[in-house]
Nanobody, 124 residues
Framework: QVQLVESGGGLVQAGGSLRLSCAAS????????MGWFRQAPGKERDTVAA????????LYADSVKGRFTISRDNAKNTVYLQMNSLKPEDTAVYYC?????????????????WGQGTQVTVSS
C-alpha cells in the first residue's frame, strides 16, 4: 500500500507560480514512477507530468511543457510539481499518483495509488 498526500494548492493570479508537493508513505518510494494529473469540472482527469523512479526520465503534456517541472526527492519520499506562468485554464484539482512499476508511466490505468487532490485556481 502507498499513501499519498498533496499540498501546495491555492489561488494565484495568471502569470504566477505555485509548487505542489506530494508526500508518500508505505512502500519504498524508489520502487515506482510518479505522476501528476488534473481534473477540471466536467472534464476527464488528464495526465500533466510523469517521472521515473530515478528522476532521469520525465514527460509532460503539451499544454504545460515549458511551464511546469516535475521532480522528486527520494530521500524525502516526495514528488513536486513546479508550476510557472500559470493560466486560468490550469484551474483544476491536481492529483499525484504512484505507478505500478519503477519506470515512467503516462496513462491513468498504470497508476495504482492516488492522493486526495489539491485545488489550484488561477484568476485572470
Amino acid at each position: 500500500q502507498v499513501q499519498l498526500v498533496e499540498s501546495g494548492g491555492g489561488l494565484v493570479q495568471a502569470g504566477g507560480s505555485l509548487r505542489l508537493s506530494c508526500a508518500a508513505s508505505g512502500r519504498p518510494f524508489s520502487c515506482y514512477g510518479m505522476g501528476w494529473f488534473r481534473q477540471a469540472p466536467g472534464k476527464e482527469r488528464d495526465t500533466v507530468a510523469a517521472i521515473s523512479w530515478s528522476g532521469d526520465n520525465t514527460l509532460y503534456a503539451d499544454s504545460v511543457k515549458g511551464r511546469f517541472t516535475i521532480s522528486r526527492d527520494n530521500a524525502k519520499n516526495t514528488v513536486y510539481l513546479q508550476m510557472n506562468s500559470l493560466k486560468p485554464e490550469d484551474t483544476a484539482v491536481y492529483y499525484c499518483a504512484a505507478g505500478n512499476r519503477p519506470t515512467l508511466s503516462w496513462y491513468r490505468w498504470e497508476y495504482n495509488y492516488w492522493g486526495q487532490g489539491t485545488q489550484v485556481t488561477v484568476s485572470s
